[in-house]
């Protein structure tokens, strides 16, 4: 039988203040909205970018993608009213997690002032997960955002409203750097410009 997916779309409008991301600063909040961590699209950017066969079967089947609608229409909540506050609105930056989860998320985010972050504070569906799964996994519903410290009691009000799960995960220090705290070690302390920025080797 045929399935037919049909496409739609229409004219939508944006508030001009909220066209272009604000810039991080200093001391601001790095936080993560959205679904609890699993082990979830583990290697999903590697794994789409390949030929699938049997040899490489138990990864394809790490990297698959499960959905979780119900939360992603409360985090969508939560962001629209957030939105809908205007000049209050406390989201000064945001990211959606995609490829590389909170690896490519966050460090765009911060980029390039820099920050330190702790994989001990992202809210876990699964307790089991290693320090490299917490940080590549692309499980799905979640966001990082950037807020004023001051704006930090707004947002949780919303969050508590709309049932979405909130964690301060980090803070801008512009260093330059992005040094990842799994408890008291340190797993990750990199310069974020040869990552994020222009000074990667160009493929030839």
């Known amino acids: 039988y045929c399935k037919p997916i049909l496409f739609s779309g229409g004219i939508g409008g944006i508030n001009n203040i909220h066209v272009k991301k604000n810039e991080p600063k200093k001391d601001m909040y790095v936080v993560k909205i959205g679904g609890p961590a699993y082990r979830i699209g583990f290697g999903g950017g590697s794994a789409s970018s390949r030929d699938h066969n049997t040899q490489n079967y138990n990864d394809d089947i790490n990297a698959v993608q499960r959905a979780d609608a119900e939360i992603q229409n409360r985090m969508n909540r939560l962001i629209r009213t957030c939105i809908e506050l205007d000049i209050g609105n406390p989201i000064q930056n945001l990211n959606d997690q995609g490829a590389g989860g909170n690896c490519n998320c966050i460090q765009e985010l911060i980029y390039p002032n820099g920050a330190d972050i702790h994989l001990d504070k992202i809210i876990k569906g699964d307790k089991s997960m290693s320090a490299l799964e917490l940080w590549i996994s692309e499980y799905q519903e979640s966001n990082g ?38 408890g008291n070690q340190i797993v990750m302390n990199m310069s974020l410009e040869p990552i994020v920025g222009n000074q990667m080797p160009q493929k030839t």
């Open 145 to 182: 955002l950037l807020i004023n410290p001051k704006d930090y009691d707004i947002l949780i009000k919303i969050g508590e409203r709309e049932n979405v799960p909130i964690s301060i995960i980090g803070q801008i220090n512009d260093n330059g750097k992005i040094t990842v705290y799994d």
